[in-house]
């Protein structure tokens, strides 16, 4: 069946990382996966995560399947961590959670579900947005709101806000919670106040894609868009990812979360709920969430994970820093500050197409189309390569 199809496309980020491993140059750089890197390059497993692994392994009798949405010691603790322990809808049992693989499998579960009871509703997307949102919602109708302004270097807050503000009642609306990806630019709290008022007031679905829990401000500050719309009462959706701020990758840990208008409505969605996971995968894999769900519950384990969440975010703050300055000090053209602007792993650089093909053709650096790097690629090695680097491609 396959003799007269042409071959699918790779992936545009992982067909780079693909590129990149095969180029023997010694001093090549990947500035374009998201996974976080630290001082040597490695993406390492964070000390917490293999203190409450020692205590899992110890502990575990048997590998018997999980219910269909996971552990209730998994979904308590992230429930409070994605909304904070003391909000309402909490404590009004309105929020539901589901331990799903990964946060890309807690979008398309999302997806599933709202395609049962939606079909027909339109899907709103930044512009830009994670090159694989459009793909994870693509059974549905798309349309795009104005973000980035390439002009300004930020966000165009007034036209997205108006966009958002005709968005029909019943249609979704996808949003970054933090570091949005790709630009590393975020809305400030009284921006994201007034984005709330128009979903009350319009009464469309927030879907938050919410991947990056503490690299942004801190996990506390980081979870503002989320618990303020939580307060609406709206209906809504939030998928969280544990591969960035727990370093579990390939474990594929993430969470659905359902927030609904009563305590009966949660209900009835979650039965829904896991009827979808049913058909997509029947339970969810059990270590990375049991390891989420260890560390949250061991006070111990806990400040040391935190501690290594702020760690993290530390270093990426201080590539950014060293970039704008490296830059500045080689007297390349232009303003880089705002990259010290942005949040998390990602920075729209602003650099153009042609300036990313020369450097990856003739310094062996790789990046996104469009500009975009990730900053945790940096290092205190590598870094004066880069913005030597830069210099001459700007040059050129």
Not at 333 to 355: A, C, E, H, K, P
Request: net charge neutral; proline share 5%.
């Amino acid at each position: 069946m396959w003799h007269n199809v042409q071959a699918a496309p790779a992936d545009v980020i992982l067909g780079l990382t693909e590129a990149f491993r095969a180029d023997a140059n010694p001093h090549k750089v990947n500035l374009g996966v998201g996974v976080y890197k630290d001082e040597v390059g490695l993406t390492p497993i964070l000390q917490a995560v293999k203190e409450a692994e020692k205590i899992l392994v110890a502990a575990e009798v048997s590998k018997n399947y999980l219910p269909i949405p996971g552990e209730v010691s998994f979904a308590v603790p992230v429930r409070e961590l994605i909304f904070g322990a003391g909000h309402p809808a909490l404590h009004e049992k309105r929020v539901v959670t589901a331990h799903t693989p990964g946060g890309t499998g807690a979008l398309r579960v999302g997806a599933e579900l709202l395609r049962k009871f939606l079909p027909k509703a339109t899907v709103w997307i930044s512009n830009p947005t994670w090159s694989n949102h459009k793909g994870i919602f693509a059974a549905f109708p798309q349309k795009e709101y104005p973000y980035y302004d390439p002009a300004h270097m930020g966000i165009d807050f007034p036209a997205m806000l108006e966009t958002l503000n005709q968005v029909p009642a019943g249609d979704i609306v996808l949003l970054h919670a933090c570091c949005h990806n790709p630009s590393g630019f975020d809305l400030q709290p009284q921006q994201w106040d007034e984005l709330v008022a128009v979903a009350a007031a319009r009464k469309w679905l927030p879907f938050v894609d919410f991947a990056y829990q503490g690299f942004a401000q801190g996990l506390a500050d980081d979870r503002y868009a989320v618990a303020k719309l939580a307060e609406t009462g709206l209906d809504m959706l939030v998928a969280s990812s544990y591969s960035k701020n727990f370093g579990l990758y390939n474990e594929r840990c993430g969470a659905l979360s359902l927030v609904a208008p009563s305590e009966h409505e949660a209900t009835v969605a979650m039965s829904h709920l896991k009827t979808v996971i049913r058909v997509l995968y029947s339970n969810p894999p059990a270590h990375g969430g049991l390891i989420v769900a260890t560390i949250l519950a061991n006070q111990g384990l806990r400040a040391l994970w935190e501690e290594e969440v702020a760690g993290m975010r530390r270093r990426i703050v201080e590539m950014r820093h060293l970039l704008v300055e490296g830059l500045k000090e080689r007297g390349v053209s232009g303003d880089f500050s705002f990259i010290t602007r942005q949040n998390g792993m990602f920075s729209y650089t602003g650099l153009s197409d042609r300036v990313v093909d020369w450097l990856r053709g003739e310094k062996h650096i790789y990046m996104v189309a469009g500009g975009r790097i990730n900053l945790a690629g940096l290092t205190t090695k590598n870094i004066a390569y880069v913005c030597d680097s830069i210099r001459q491609a700007l040059a050129g």
